[in-house]
T-cell receptor, first 115, second 110 residues
Framework: DTGVSQDPRHKITKRGQNVTFRCDPI?????LYWYRQTLGQGPEFLTY????????KSRLLSDRFSAERPKGSFSTLEIQRTEQGDSAMYLC?????????????FGPGTRLTVT | GQNIDQPTEMTATEGAIVQINCTYQ??????LFWYQQHAGEAPTFLSY????GLEEKGRFSSFLSRSKGYSYLLLKELQMKDSASYLC???????????FGDGTTLTVKP
């Protein structure tokens, strides 16, 4: 068990550019979540998958954000036409839905800076 | 919608006991989590409560009252390494999706 991994760990981009982040969950976990966290706040839910199906997407998410989990394993989060307000830590988490317990294991995050 | 409230900051002394409270209002409830997050790191799981009562795990205990929409995290025998942000999160009924509070920053002083 190598835990949840995310790539890249840091990304600096110019406003208007597109960025893509990758998350590799714990191998047997069927649920995968994306969160965004800014300084002094808790993680804010963006979207989640059960296997390859995207089951829920935050209403806070604009159309510039899209996520995929094509084979039910790794996931990608793409932000198009980045804005300075997108600067944040993007966290991925995975869980194994079992016995009504949804403990989530978080990856180290990707810190995005939009200049 | 969901609303989670917890104090922004707390300070305690090494070796002491501290209680961090969390109140919530949710449209569905499938359990309450506590996570610890050190500065610059990802959250790590501490506890999960779905039934009323106290769950004890070593130096950490967590309590839940569903009727009151209230939980607390109790940390005993505080150590300097316990200085961190403590996040209360509620899992809603349908998804296991968690809504997080903004965290309580605990500072442990010698």
């Amino acid at each position: 068990d190598t835990g949840v991994s995310q790539d890249p760990r840091h990304k600096i981009t110019k406003r208007g550019q597109n960025v893509t982040f990758r998350c590799d969950p714990i191998s047997e976990h069927n649920r995968l979540y994306w969160y965004r966290q800014t300084l002094g706040q808790g993680p804010e839910f963006l979207t989640y998958f059960q296997n390859e199906a995207q089951l829920e997407k935050s209403r806070l998410l604009s159309d510039r954000f899209s996520a995929e989990r094509p084979k039910g394993s790794f996931s990608t989060l793409e932000i198009q036409r980045t804005e300075q307000g997108d600067s944040a830590m993007y966290l991925c988490a995975s869980s194994l839905a079992r016995d009504s317990s949804y403990e989530q294991y978080f990856g180290p995050g990707t810190r995005l800076t939009v200049t | 919608g969901q609303n989670i409230d917890q104090p922004t900051e707390m300070t305690a002394t090494e070796g002491a006991i501290v209680q961090i409270n969390c109140t919530y209002q949710t449209s569905g409830f499938n359990g309450l989590f506590w996570y610890q997050q050190h500065a610059g790191e990802a959250p790590t799981f501490l506890s999960y409560n779905v039934l009323d009562g106290l769950e004890e795990k070593g130096r950490f205990s967590s309590f839940l009252s569903r009727s009151k929409g209230y939980s607390y995290l109790l940390l005993k025998e505080l150590q300097m390494k316990d200085s961190a942000s403590y996040l209360c999160a509620v899992s809603n009924t349908n998804a296991g999706k968690s809504t997080f509070g903004d965290g309580t920053t605990l500072t442990v002083k010698p």
